[in-house]
T-cell receptor
Framework: EAQVTQNPRYLITVTGKKLTVTCSQN?????MSWYRQDPGLGLRQIYY???????DKGDVPEGYKVSRKEKRNFPLILESPSPNQTSLYFC??????????????FGEGSRLTVL | AQSVTQPDIHITVSEGASLELRCNYS??????LFWYVQSPGQGLQLLLK??????LVQGIKGFEAEFKRSQSSFNLRKPSVHWSDAAEYFC??????????FGRGTSLIVHP
């Protein structure tokens, strides 16, 4: 089954404790991306990757890091989480050049709370 | 830079009534346009997309959308809403860079 898998789905952590949210897709997609969803603000892109070893900042990259060492994986790293990073995070993937096909496949989301 | 505006934060309709969700985009050329739906506790699912050709696009779950260049709009419609359509709806666009941009979303509430 084609899917994008995120882990963990739920996490409560404390300020400053490094964490990683993993994302894996089994569709051999070139493009992967991370979004955060906040009430009233919709989906905002954090980082995206057009292919292995190619990453770029989205609209809200501050406080986040990513890496793309393998095509299927695109982890999101919070080196020193802060309460303003409390949010619902989505990973998405697409074949071809980013949104050119218009079909992003989304994971089920990871709800992160930073105390 | 491209942007997408969904003017309605919430829309309330009665079951069986027709629905129209508004979306306006800002982009110089013809963008790629799409609508996604997010059911409670779920990720986002593609409803429909427009790249070129016929400006009336049919999607899944009985939804359709019409691209109107003169109004920079891509409104989503459904002739008869079902209670299971209650969800968050996101309009999006992708321009020359192919990087998708989403609107802030419209929450659909369906009354029985």
């Amino acid at each position: 089954e084609a899917q994008v898998t995120q882990n963990p789905r739920y996490l409560i952590t404390v300020t400053g404790k490094k964490l990683t949210v993993t994302c894996s897709q089994n569709m051999n997609h070139e493009y992967m991306s991370w979004y955060r969803q906040d009430p009233g603000l919709g989906l905002r892109q954090i980082y995206y990757s057009m292919n292995v070893e190619v990453t770029d900042k989205g609209d809200v990259p501050e406080g986040y890091k990513v890496s793309r060492k393998e095509k299927r994986n695109f982890p999101l790293i919070l080196e020193s989480p802060s309460p303003n990073q409390t949010s619902l995070y989505f990973c998405a993937s697409s074949r071809g050049g980013g949104g050119s096909t218009g079909e992003l496949f989304f994971g089920e989301g990871s709800r992160l709370t930073v105390l | 830079a491209q942007s997408v505006t969904q003017p309605d934060i919430h829309i309330t309709v009665s079951e069986g009534a027709s629905l129209e969700l508004r979306c306006n985009y800002s982009y110089g050329a013809t963008p790629y346009l799409f609508w996604y739906v997010q059911s409670p506790g779920q990720g986002l699912q593609l409803l429909l997309k427009y790249f070129s050709g016929d400006t009336l696009v049919q999607g899944i779950k009985g939804f359709e959308a019409e691209f109107k260049r003169s109004q920079s709009s891509f409104n989503l419609r459904k002739p008869s809403v079902h209670w299971s359509d209650a969800a968050e709806y996101f309009c999006g666009s992708a321009g020359g860079s192919y990087i998708p941009t989403f609107g802030r979303g419209t929450s659909l509430i369906v009354h029985p």
